[in-house]
């Protein structure tokens, strides 16, 4: 059981990088989108309650450094709850960004696109989400010194960073569409019926992560962005199986454009703390 000490222990350790403003959470194949020029790191592992993430390709990192004028968390790798993890488990490390003093989550993901207009490559802002993952991060007892028992969730994704996100992407000449984000509990794909359903919904993509910290995050009053990286059609809308392989080929080749999207958003955040 996660309590309000286990998140003050891991935000007490994450002390000694600094005082970020806002983090960022690069997900799946994500991992090195945006680098800090100088920067403090811990490893997951190093951070007392954090989980470890199991996927291979990377063991989890926490940054800290100076960015286009931002005092900017950077977290490498993340946990999915299809790990075993459970969702407070999942949710620590956002927890403890909320403690130490972030304002503002950015949060990448790879998902599969749903909606016939998308296409893998394509960047999606998440403006909603639908959470089909049958459990939230804040079942149990309330963290008071977090927030409250019942949040809302009215505007889990900020208006005002969704448009600050579009305008960055059209001053770069990056296409970008706003979607609603369905999370499943994976680990297997969903199938055509599900993907169906989820249409029907209102859900254009589809992954295994980030409604957990979204709804963490918001719980403690952080302000959201969620940028997903469309890697595959989802089951069903193309006749082509899906594999992990396609998903992280993907995000390989949009890296270098999502890492232009991100470092342009932070500095227009930045113009404005
Ligand atoms: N489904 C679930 N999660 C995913 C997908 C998908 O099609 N693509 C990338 N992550």
């Known amino acids: 059981m996660i309590e309000e000490s286990n998140i003050e222990q891991a935000t007490e350790a994450l002390s000694e990088l600094g005082s970020p403003q806002a983090a960022v959470i690069l997900g799946s194949g994500l991992s090195e989108v945006l680098s800090l020029p100088e920067s403090r790191v811990l490893a997951f592992h190093d951070v007392p309650g954090f989980p470890r993430p199991s996927v291979a390709g990377h063991t989890g990192q926490v940054e800290v450094g100076e960015f286009n004028g931002m005092t900017l968390l950077v977290q490498r790798g993340r946990v999915h709850y299809y790990e075993g993890y459970t969702l407070p488990e999942v949710v620590l490390p956002v927890r403890a960004y909320a403690r130490l003093g972030v304002r503002t989550l950015i949060i990448t993901n790879a998902s599969g696109g749903i909606s016939p207009g998308l296409s893998p490559g394509d960047l999606v802002l998440i403006k909603d989400h639908i959470n089909m993952l049958g459990n939230n991060p804040l079942r149990g007892p309330n963290l008071e010194a977090l927030g409250p028992r019942f949040p809302d969730m009215s505007y889990a994704y900020d208006p005002a960073l969704l448009r600050k996100a579009m305008d960055s992407a059209r001053s770069l000449g990056i296409p970008l569409t706003e979607g609603v984000y369905v999370a499943t509990m ?30 963490a995050a918001r719980h403690a009053g952080l302000s959201v962005l969620g940028i997903s990286c469309v890697t595959n059609y989802a089951a069903g809308v193309s006749a082509q199986p899906l594999s992990h392989e396609e998903v992280m080929e993907t995000t390989k080749r949009k890296g270098a454009e999502l890492g232009r999207l991100l470092t342009e958003i932070v500095k227009r955040m930045a113009q404005e703390a």
């Open 186 to 215: 994976g680990p297997s794909y969903e199938t055509p019926a599900e993907i169906k359903a989820f249409a029907q919904l209102g859900a254009d993509l589809v992954g295994m992560s980030t409604v957990p910290e979204v709804v």
